[in-house]
Every structure is written in C-alpha cells, then in structure tokens.
C-alpha cells in the first residue's frame, strides 16, 4: 500500500495569512495527488488533482505544486470560509486512491 | 447538474445487515466508476473500494476486502455498499464519490453521506 503523511496535523493561522500544507508519499506517485477541502458536516470538495490543476469554480489563491514523493497546497490570502480541514489523496495505485490523515486549519 | 445523492441516516443493532445507496443523475452512470469512503467519527478518509457500473468489476481496499460488498444496477443509476453482519466499529459516515474522467482518478463529485450508527 502506498502511504501519505501529511505535515502538520493542525495548523493555527490568521485572515491574510499565506499558509502551506505538506503530503509525502511513501513511494513516487508521479503527479497522481489530489486535495480535497472538508468543512465539519458536509462531504469532502476537490480543489487539486494532477498535483496542481486547479479543480473548475475553486478560487485561484489555492495551488498545488509538486511530484514524485513531496507534495504542497498552498493557499496565498487565507480567507474565513478556508478554514477547514485538508486532505491529500493518491490516485497512482489503480483503484487503491489512499489518502492522508488530514490537516485542520483553525482560526488563530 | 451532476449529483450523487445517498439514502438516509440509520440505526442498527450490532449482526443486523445494512444496504446504503448512491443514485447518480445528469451523467452517464454506467460509465464512470463509484467509489465509497469511510470517515469515522472525529477521524480522516479511509477508501473503502470502488466500482465500475457498467460491468460491476469491483475492487476494494485490502482493509474492506470481505467486510462489505459494493455492487451497483446500472439501470436505475444505483450503487450500494452492503454490510452483512454489522459491528459497533462500523459506526461512521459513509460517503459515495465519482472518478472522474481526466486520467487523473480525482474524485469530482461526492455524496451528501450516509450516517450509520451501531448501536444495542
């Protein structure tokens, strides 16, 4: 099985704020890394795949960059409604798509 | 619009069976695999496994290899997750997603989520 490990587990951050999150995967994954924003109650909501393809609607102060083990998702002006958790997610292994144990952001 | 829209909140008893569903519309459903992710409570996403509707090649997790079965029915848009003999440690939400067809495997529309609680 593929493994991601996301750094950090939480994060404290203030409106305004440019904020990075980190994946690693256990072995290379090519571009195959995706991110998905959850907010408590609702269903997970792609903003990356392909590593650093920006998901249609999702707004451009999110980015993604990376490939082969080392992933980032950087969001440049955090915002009020960007407080969330965030997860990265493989998609190499066919149809074994492992994702990481997720980073929540809070309002510092 | 694409939507996937799951059936609703249930309580069971620990060794009664379960069926959730996930009803795809304004797409072709038979044509873009499902999959289904655990979240248990205060927890992260755990992938479940996966499923093809339009010829029912199904793949799971080592993890969820025969503790449920995913299926689907093309004909009404439907997928299922099924438990046989449910456990207290299936108490979790359960959502459905679409792979998309970039090339990429990306999950590009979710489910609202089903909550499954195991309780006596």
């Known amino acids: 099985d593929i493994q991601m490990t996301q750094s950090p587990s939480s994060l404290s951050a203030s409106v305004g704020d440019r904020v990075t999150i980190t994946c690693r995967a256990s072995q290379s994954i090519s571009s195959y890394l995706n991110w998905y924003q959850q907010k408590p109650g609702k269903a997970p909501k792609l903003l990356i795949y392909?590593?650093?393809s920006l998901q249609s609607g999702v707004p451009s102060r999110f980015s993604g960059s990376g490939s082969g083990t080392d992933f980032t998702l950087t969001i440049s002006s955090l915002q009020p409604e960007d407080f969330a958790t965030y997860y990265c997610q493989q998609s190499y292994s066919t149809h074994m798509y492992t994702f990481g144990q997720g980073t929540e952001l809070e309002i510092k | 619009e694409v939507q996937l829209v799951q059936s609703g909140a249930e309580v069971k008893k620990p060794g009664e069976s379960l069926k959730i569903s996930c009803k795809g519309s304004?797409?072709?459903?038979?044509?873009?695999?499902i999959g289904w992710v655990r979240q248990m409570p205060g927890k992260g996403l755990e992938w479940m496994g996966i499923?093809?509707?339009?010829?029912?090649?199904?793949r799971y997790s080592p993890s969820f290899q025969g503790q449920v079965t995913i299926s689907a029915d093309k004909s009404i848009s439907t997928a299922y997750l099924h438990w046989s003999s449910l456990k207290a440690s299936d108490t979790a939400m359960y959502y459905c997603?679409?792979?998309?067809?970039?090339?990429?495997?990306?999950?590009?529309?979710w489910g609202q989520g089903t909550l499954v609680t195991v309780s006596s």
């Open positions: 997603a679409r792979r998309s067809s970039s090339g990429w495997s990306e999950a590009d529309y």
């Open positions: 304004g797409y072709s459903f038979a044509t873009y695999w």
């Open positions: 392909a590593a650093s």
């Open positions: 499923i093809y509707p339009g010829d029912s090649d199904t």
